[in-house]
């Protein structure tokens, strides 16, 4: 085996307040002001803002920049270019540049609504939201349901109890959203403090963060166009990266930054092509080698039957375990997220996956579930929970200490990837070449074919998807 080397409306007194928010219109976000000069001073930033709108045709702000086949809205880029100024912190760049090109980053009812938040202006927010642009009926619903929470929440924390109720009965009630939610915000009236409350409904208070959360969360209900998902810049630009990686033959640069000042190609030099070890230690045909993911192991199976771990950290790479317990040749390893453990596959005759603990190099556990010839296996990201499909046409979900979760029929499975998403804590194994892919989070997994979603309520396993 060779191994190659790398070539509301305000009741109390106004108080000073700063406004950190990135979305806050312009006037100085760091600057500290009382809720009733921002107040005198919305309706001409109002107008200003208006003026700006009408004029900014003049600076060809509508125009599509072309690119064959594919074009976009000059007003569009500007407006990505405003956003992700502002989100650097350069608040006066982002100002000059609406200035000078006649594009605002928000109309200027989104502006009043943004700032109506910022400032706890709730009858200002709600007469904003409804004039708005929302991507459907519900999402209105929804939008007010998440509004009059931070205005109920608000109220409590100011010991408001009387106008609390009344937003609970007469504006979130009436809605007919979440009834769970709307039951556990009832709960909240018995909090005995602020802090209690903050901390039972974990939410930062309204000198937190929580307008800020409460504007990204209405980005969801919000047309895109009227408010743009935040770094919304930064993401084009990633995935622009990620296609070029892609489309690069010889990609090989993991973990050194990548220029935006050119096309990413890696040149061909970069790949391995000098021999710098060979290994041998196996008595037949290696089969398999995968490094493990931190890079200070390498594993490798064989037609012996038996899987070497070698410590690749230093000139001189020499086996640190040898794992035997395999009755014929060891097709498949696959490492654990943190390293410390190791499936492994037989061939066909033996219709299992063994587990691995690294450092004791012992077999603690084997799991024969499938009845024929195992084809792959993949770790969800968690380190517990690992997933085996086969010729079989079965997937099983097994957790390391020998439980079986799930198991689906479905295609033939030829290959298993593990991923993890940006979506919280979405983790996830893609079923290569067919139409299969399978989510979990720490109470729900979700098994999609194709665009057919069915759903499945448990005590244990809450939801499950198809």
């Known amino acids: 085996m060779k191994v190659s080397q790398q070539g509301g409306a305000r009741t109390s007194p106004p108080r000073k307040r700063k406004k950190l928010h990135p979305d806050a219109p312009r006037g100085g976000v760091n ?7 921002e107040e005198q001073e919305e309706e001409p930033k109002i107008a200003k803002r208006e003026k700006m709108e009408e004029n900014h045709k003049v600076n060809g702000a509508e125009k599509e920049e072309d690119f064959g086949e594919l074009s976009f809205k000059r007003e569009e880029f500007i407006r990505l270019i405003i956003q992700s100024v502002q989100e650097l912190g350069h608040t006066k760049a982002a100002e000059l540049l609406e200035k000078e090109s006649g594009v605002l980053l ?6 009043a609504l943004i700032q109506g938040i910022l400032s706890g202006n709730w009858p200002l927010v709600e007469q904003k939201i409804g004039a708005l642009q929302l991507k459907n009926p519900e999402s209105l619903l929804n939008a007010k349901f998440l509004i009059y929470q931070q205005k109920f929440l ?4 100011n010991k408001k109890l009387k106008e609390a109720l009344e937003c609970l009965r007469n504006d979130l009630t009436p809605l007919n959203r979440n009834s769970n939610k709307l039951h556990f915000l009832s709960s909240l009236i018995m909090c005995t403090s602020p802090e209690d409350l903050r901390r039972k409904a974990n939410w930062s208070g309204s000198k937190g963060d929580s ?3 409460l504007i990204t969360e209405l980005r969801a ?14 993401t084009l630009i990633k995935q622009g990266i990620q296609l070029q990686t892609l489309n690069c033959l010889y990609h090989n640069s993991s973990g050194r930054p990548i220029s935006l000042f050119e096309d990413h190609i890696c040149d061909r030099d970069q790949l391995p092509t000098e021999v710098s070890h060979i290994l041998e230690k196996h008595t037949d045909e290696v089969w398999y080698v995968k490094f493990s993911h931190n890079g200070n192991l390498l594993a490798s199976a064989s037609k012996d039957a038996t899987i070497i771990i070698w410590d690749v950290t230093t000139q001189d790479i020499k086996p640190i375990k040898v794992l035997t317990g395999h009755a014929t040749a060891v097709s498949l390893i696959a490492w654990s997220p943190d390293d410390t453990m190791l499936l492994s596959v037989g061939n ?6 063994k587990l ?3 450092e004791s190099g012992s077999c603690i556990g084997t799991f024969a579930k499938h009845t024929d010839y195992i084809m792959c296996c993949a770790w969800f990201p968690d380190g517990r929970h690992f997933v085996s499909g086969g010729n079989d046409r079965t997937i099983f979900m097994m957790c390391i200490d020998g439980t079986e979760v799930r198991n689906w029929k479905c295609t033939r499975i030829n290959d298993l990837q593990s991923l993890t998403t940006a979506t919280g804590s979405l983790q996830s194994v893609q079923i290569k070449e067919s139409d299969y892919s399978i989510w979990t989070t720490k109470k729900t997994i979700i098994f999609k074919k194709q665009k057919q979603l069915l759903q499945w309520n448990s005590p244990k396993t809450a939801d499950i998807c198809w």
Request: cysteine-free.
């Open 106 to 111: 928000y109309s200027p009812p989104v502006a």
């Open 31 to 37: 600057s500290t002001v009382t809720e009733e000069e």
């Open 211 to 213: 307008r800020s959360h």
């Open 154 to 157: 608000e109220l409590l924390e």
């Open 356 to 358: 691995w603990d690294i």
């Open 348 to 353: 066909e005759k033996e219709k299992a996956v």
């Open 221 to 234: 209900h919000v047309s895109s166009s009227l408010l743009p998902p935040e770094r919304r810049l930064k």
